[in-house]
Structures are given as structure tokens and as C-alpha cells.
């Protein structure tokens, strides 16, 4: 199983990125994503998720109105669109999966790093 997320990166507060995640190593249609984030110092915390179909989305309080997940189940792919930055998301970024309510797989983040 990989989950190889991209796409971070240093961004002025107010900007915008978008973070990918692409999976290979299982069905990746059979499984809910999520990103997840870890800021320095910090305990990781949940970001977001999306069910298999793409349906159901759910956010952490601090990101809501700002990002957005997204998937694309015929590229193995899900994304996560982030607008509005601030500092306080400087953190690594990781996407997961899960078949269940826990999530099962994580892979290596990507950095992002939110100036003022």
C-alpha cells in the first residue's frame, strides 16, 4: 500500500494550494480517505474525509469554508483544496485510508508552510 501525497509548499496568508494524494496498492473505490495534518510540536489532527463515492465529506471546525476534499476514484487520486490560509495551518500534510471508522493506512505528507 503507498499514499503519496504533493503539492505543498510556501504560501503567503490568504493564499491558496492543492494538495494530492495519489494511492496504489489497494481498491481504492473501497475505501473512505481523509487528510490529516501535524504541525510542529503538535499532536497530528483529523482535516477532513470522503466516503467512497465521494458523497459524504466532513471537516475539522478550524478548516471548514476554507477547504475542500475531493476524490477522483478513477485516478487512485484524492485531493484537498485549501483556500484562505493561515499561518496556524503550517503543518504536514498526510492523506489515509479506512474500510471501516478507523483509519487503516498512512502515507508520507507533504509540507506546508503558511507565511504572515
Known amino acids: 500500500v503507498q499514499l503519496q501525497a504533493s503539492g505543498g509548499g510556501l504560501v503567503q496568508a490568504g493564499g491558496s494550494l492543492r494538495l494530492s494524494c495519489t494511492a496504489s496498492?489497494?481498491?481504492?473505490?473501497?475505501?473512505?480517505m481523509g487528510w490529516f495534518r501535524q504541525a510542529p510540536g503538535k499532536e497530528r489532527e483529523f482535516v477532513a474525509s470522503i466516503n467512497l463515492g465521494g458523497g459524504i465529506r466532513d471537516y475539522a471546525d478550524p478548516v471548514k469554508g476554507r477547504f475542500t476534499i475531493s476524490r477522483d476514484n478513477a485516478k487512485n487520486a484524492v485531493y484537498l483544496q485549501m483556500g484562505s490560509l493561515r499561518p496556524e495551518d503550517t503543518a504536514v500534510y498526510s492523506c489515509?485510508?479506512?474500510?471501516?471508522?478507523?483509519?487503516?493506512?498512512w502515507g508520507q505528507g507533504t509540507l506546508v508552510t503558511v507565511s504572515s
Open positions: 489515509a485510508a479506512r474500510r471501516g471508522k478507523e483509519f487503516n493506512w
Open positions: 496498492g489497494f481498491t481504492f473505490r473501497n475505501y473512505g
